[in-house]
T-cell receptor, first 116, second 117 residues
């Protein structure tokens, strides 16, 4: 079990550009979550997938944000027309639906986005 | 909406001593889960300990234990025999057990723990 992985670890972009992040959950974890963490704050929930279905979205997830999880494996988070306020750490987490504490989320290392 | 409050932005402890981090939460629900996560500098967040609200017994994981006071909506973390590797941001988090399909975690703002050699 290699844990949750995220790519890239760091991304610097100019305002107005599009960016895409990838998350690979722990294998056999059906649930996948995206959070955003700004400096000095705790993570804030963005969205949640069970298999390939996106079941919950936060109001923080504006129209410029889109998340996908094709085939129920890895997930991508795309931000279109980035703004300076999008600068944050984007965290991915996954959790099982059986075989362990299904309420516990395991986090990846995050992707730090800087919008210039 | 649920809220989680960590009133201590920073704490420090001498190595080998005991420290308690505070967390309070606000909810109208009767069944939920509470968590403490640790986020070391530039490293990923890891679970320290979890507590089911329906269990009266406080959770314990080696040097880490909680004091769960459901009526007071308080969930403090005690770290015994503090080690240098315990230095990190600690986040308290809440998850509903009642709302079907809602698995989001609500986090506090965190407490930065420093361990003094």
């Amino acid at each position: 079990d290699t844990g949750v992985s995220q790519d890239p670890r760091h991304k610097i972009t100019k305002r107005g550009q599009n960016v895409t992040f990838r998350c690979d959950p722990i294998s056999e974890h059906n649930r996948l979550y995206w959070y955003r963490q700004t400096l000095g704050q705790g993570p804030e929930f963005l969205t949640y997938f069970q298999n390939e279905a996106q079941l919950e979205k936060s109001r923080l997830l504006s129209d410029r944000f889109s998340a996908e999880r094709p085939k129920g494996s890895f997930s991508t988070l795309e931000i279109q027309r980035t703004e300076q306020g999008d600068s944050a750490m984007y965290l991915c987490a996954s959790s099982p639906t059986f075989g362990g504490p299904t309420d516990t989320q395991y986090f990846g290392p995050g992707t730090r986005l800087t919008v210039l | 909406a649920q809220t989680v409050t960590q009133s201590q932005p920073e704490m420090s402890v001498q190595e080998a001593e005991t420290v308690t981090l505070s967390c309070t939460y606000d909810t109208s629900e009767s069944d939920y889960y509470l968590f403490w996560y640790k986020q070391p500098p530039s490293r990923q967040m890891i679970l320290v300990i979890r507590q089911e609200a329906y269990k009266q017994q406080n959770a314990t994981e080696n040097r880490f234990s909680v004091n769960f006071q459901k009526a007071a909506k308080s969930f403090s973390l005690k770290i015994s025999d503090s080690q240098l590797g315990d230095a990190a941001m600690y986040f308290c988090a809440y998850r509903s057990a009642l709302r079907a399909g809602s698995y989001q975690l609500t986090f506090g703002k965190g407490t930065k723990l420093s361990v003094i050699p």
